[in-house]
């Protein structure tokens, strides 16, 4: 009888320790999910900011280039060299996507410069980009 009952005890205390185990790995996936949850949350984050960044960039192009202001084509230049960070932002947030970082990093550095814009919104008209008064 009273080996029974230590068996029965033995094989409930068993069952317990799977049960705590099985119950340790069901919350290490979740928390593994979760972490993954973060990066993508991160990565999306960071997407979203150059996308927001460089609509904005397009528009200041655009507007600087239609007023052909020399001071706003100057600032317009200042913000577009800032355009770096948003990248090693991305580089540091979005690890696994190097080589495509790179091709956009590639990309930014052959931008035109302030020589080119200038040149185009004289180019325009003769009397300047906005045409005869």
Known sequence: MQTKLL???LA?????IVLGAVGLDVLSSANNRTGELIRSERKIAAYRQVAHD???QLYRISSALFAADE???DNTLRQLNQFGYDLER??????????LLARVRQDSSTRPRRTWW????????????????
Do not use: D, K, N, Y
């Open 118 to 133: 200038w040149a185009s919104t004289r180019a325009r008209t003769p009397t300047g980009p906005r045409g005869p008064p």
């Open 54 to 56: 460089t609509t904005a």
């Open 71 to 73: 001071r706003a084509l």
């Open 90 to 99: 991305l580089q540091f947030v979005a690890r696994e996507e190097v080589e």
């Open 7 to 9: 068996v029965a005890f």
């Open 12 to 16: 409930i205390v068993g069952l317990l």
